[in-house]
């Protein structure tokens, strides 16, 4: 369904004050009076919870919390929570997000559902015999590695496969390394736990079995077993804008220091996502990376390219995320950012934070290749050289608008100009005389 139901509740949402912005959220996803509580910071985090999740706790570090609005994903309105504080991300989302839904559509979908656990022989003095008792007794492993996680069985989840993989050792010893990857369907849980303990009981069986010694057992990140996809199409497409964001992906593919800064933007969209909904983004970032490379050159996550009229995106990386345990069922605000997703699968989530990713390079590419990254940035980013001048709250608005001002008329606004507008503004004496102090 492309260019449908353009229209939202979320016009124009940006303009609204905060409490009418609060309101329509509440409204939108269902909130409840205490969840909005603990939304908006009427109900602090409790350091009694964080005394649960980390070590040494002497505080918390509050992080702004958004929503991006304007998106159709799969022909759901969803609102993107957005834990960041990065200036402009969450506005070029939104602003890009809207583009599509008049212009085009987003799509998403999911390859594959396992993580993958791994089970190292580091030094193996005869790998076939080793392999070959593994495969043999490949089904008592697996039906072994369920009875370590009953729940999750339970669940529908577990153990559907064992691979078993043989590498050089890159000390040139003339030994091989044995790796099992144990491939487990951890339902709606990111699986983290639940697969390392499982790997760390099969440990005295596989040494048992093989005569050989095992080494580190632990889950890898790199999970090419639980991919998310995401595609968008932009219809009628500027030719002059659809060529630029093609010859983008074209840099990003033969350079990799281009290709980095590209994969960078993917991830503006899909970090603040992981972090409001209590994940592990330092696991999905590192995964998305490990996946870049796989070709063995580092390679941009997404591509664009024309159609003829129109422009079509498509995405694909690991995405190992879950809606229950962890963070996201003791963090209260990571409860209500899954509220406001309105996701409760883990596939869901993947799949909200692929299509998140993809429309955020976007937005990147367009202004990249039309008005360039600066002007956007440099509009949103006076409120922060306002405040880092100084000002006070009832200052801040006023500071901005001037700053404004001078970015049309100078084309960059720094520091330095806040401080000298601030000053003005507070009867000092103007330095320049640019009507906009």
Same mark, same amino acid.
């Given at each position: 369904?492309?260019?449908?139901?353009?229209?939202?509740?979320?016009?124009?949402?940006?303009?609204?004050?905060?409490?009418?912005?609060?309101?329509?959220?509440?409204?939108?996803?269902?909130?409840?009076?205490?969840?909005?509580?603990?939304?908006?910071?009427?109900?602090?985090?409790?350091?009694?919870?964080?005394?649960?999740?980390?070590?040494?706790?002497?505080?918390?570090?509050?992080?702004?919390?958004?929503?991006?609005?304007?998106?159709?994903?799969?022909?759901?309105?969803?609102?993107?929570?957005?834990?960041?504080?990065?200036?402009?991300?969450?506005?070029?989302?939104?602003?890009?997000?809207?583009?599509?839904?008049?212009?085009?559509?987003?799509?998403?979908?999911?390859?594959?559902?396992?993580?993958?656990?791994?089970?190292?022989?580091?030094?193996?003095?005869?790998?076939?015999?080793?392999?070959?008792?593994?495969?043999?007794?490949?089904?008592?492993?697996?039906?072994?590695?369920?009875?370590?996680?009953?729940?999750?069985?339970? /669940?529908? *989840?577990?153990?559907?496969? @064992?691979?078993?993989? #043989?590498?050089?050792?890159? !000390?040139?010893? &003339?030994?091989?390394? %044995?790796?099992?990857?144990?491939?487990?369907?951890?339902?709606?849980?990111?699986?983290?736990?639940?697969?390392?303990?499982?790997?760390?009981?099969?440990?005295?069986?596989?040494?048992?079995?093989?005569?050989?010694?095992?080494?580190?057992?632990?889950?890898?990140?790199?999970?090419?077993?639980?991919?998310?996809?995401?595609?968008?199409?932009?219809?009628?497409?500027?030719?002059?804008?659809?060529?630029?964001?093609?010859?983008?992906?074209?840099?990003?593919?033969?350079?990799?220091?281009?290709?980095?800064?590209?994969?960078?933007?993917?991830?503006?969209?899909?970090?603040?996502?992981?972090?409001?909904?209590?994940?592990?983004?330092?696991?999905?970032?590192?995964?998305?990376?490990?996946?870049?490379? /796989?070709? *063995?050159?580092?390679?941009? @996550?997404?591509?664009? #390219?024309?159609?003829?009229? !129109?422009?079509? &995106?498509?995405?694909? %990386?690991?995405?190992?995320?879950?809606?229950?345990?962890?963070?996201?069922?003791?963090?209260?605000?990571?409860?209500?950012?899954?509220?406001?997703?309105?996701?409760?699968?883990?596939?869901?989530?993947?799949?909200?934070?692929?299509?998140?990713?993809?429309?955020?390079?976007?937005?990147?590419?367009?202004?990249?290749?039309?008005?360039?990254?600066?002007?956007?940035?440099?509009?949103?980013?006076?409120?922060?050289?306002?405040?880092?001048?100084?000002?006070?709250?009832?200052?801040?608005?006023?500071?901005?608008?001037?700053?404004?001002?001078?970015?049309?008329?100078?084309?960059?606004?720094?520091?330095?100009?806040?401080?000298?507008?601030?000053?003005?503004?507070?009867?000092?004496?103007?330095?320049?005389?640019?009507?906009?102090?």
């Amino acid at each position: 369904m492309d260019g449908h139901d353009s229209k939202s509740i979320f016009d124009g949402f940006y303009r609204l004050p905060r409490s009418r912005r609060v309101e329509l959220v509440g409204e939108f996803c269902g909130l409840d009076e205490s969840e909005l509580d603990t939304l908006t910071g009427n109900r602090p985090f409790s350091l009694d919870v964080a005394e649960h999740l980390i070590e040494n706790v002497v505080g918390v570090f509050p992080m702004p919390l958004g929503v991006a609005t304007h998106f159709m994903i799969d022909g759901r309105e969803v609102l993107i929570p957005m834990a960041v504080e990065e200036t402009s991300i969450i506005a070029a989302c939104s602003a890009t997000a809207k583009w599509i839904r008049t212009s085009g559509c987003i799509s998403s979908y999911n390859k594959g559902n396992l993580i993958i656990g791994q089970v190292q022989l580091p030094s193996v003095q005869n790998p076939e015999r080793a392999r070959m008792i593994l495969h043999e007794n490949r089904g008592m492993l697996i039906e072994l590695a369920n009875a370590c996680v009953p729940g999750l069985v339970a /669940r529908g *989840g577990g153990v559907r496969d @064992l691979a078993i993989r #043989t590498l050089d050792r890159p !000390d040139s010893s &003339g030994k091989a390394m %044995l790796v099992l990857h144990f491939l487990c369907d951890p339902c709606d849980a990111m699986g983290a736990n639940l697969i390392n303990q499982l790997c760390e009981a099969l440990k005295p069986r596989i040494e048992e079995l093989t005569s050989e010694k095992v080494g580190l057992c632990i889950l890898s990140n790199l999970v090419d077993t639980k991919l998310a996809v995401a595609e968008v199409v932009v219809r009628n497409i500027d030719p002059v804008v659809g060529q630029g964001i093609q010859e983008a992906t074209l840099f990003a593919k033969a350079d990799p220091y281009r290709a980095t800064t590209h994969n960078k933007g993917v991830l503006n969209g899909i970090d603040p996502i992981l972090i409001a909904t209590g994940n592990d983004w330092r696991a999905v970032e590192a995964g998305a990376h490990a996946y870049a490379s /796989r070709s *063995g050159k580092y390679q941009p @996550l997404s591509e664009w #390219t024309m159609n003829g009229n !129109d422009l079509h &995106g498509r995405i694909e %990386l690991p995405m190992a995320v879950g809606t229950v345990g962890g963070v996201t069922k003791v963090h209260p605000t990571a409860r209500v950012a899954l509220k406001i997703l309105g996701v409760t699968h883990a596939e869901e989530l993947a799949r909200v934070c692929a299509a998140v990713g993809l429309v955020q390079n976007l937005g990147a590419l367009k202004a990249l290749a039309t008005v360039g990254i600066v002007k956007g940035h440099m509009q949103l980013h006076a409120a922060n050289l306002a405040i880092a001048a100084g000002a006070e709250i009832h200052e801040i608005a006023r500071v901005r608008e001037r700053l404004a001002e001078v970015l049309k008329v100078e084309k960059n606004i720094n520091l330095s100009r806040a401080k000298e507008i601030l000053e003005a503004l507070r009867g000092g004496p103007a330095k320049r005389g640019n009507p906009a102090v």
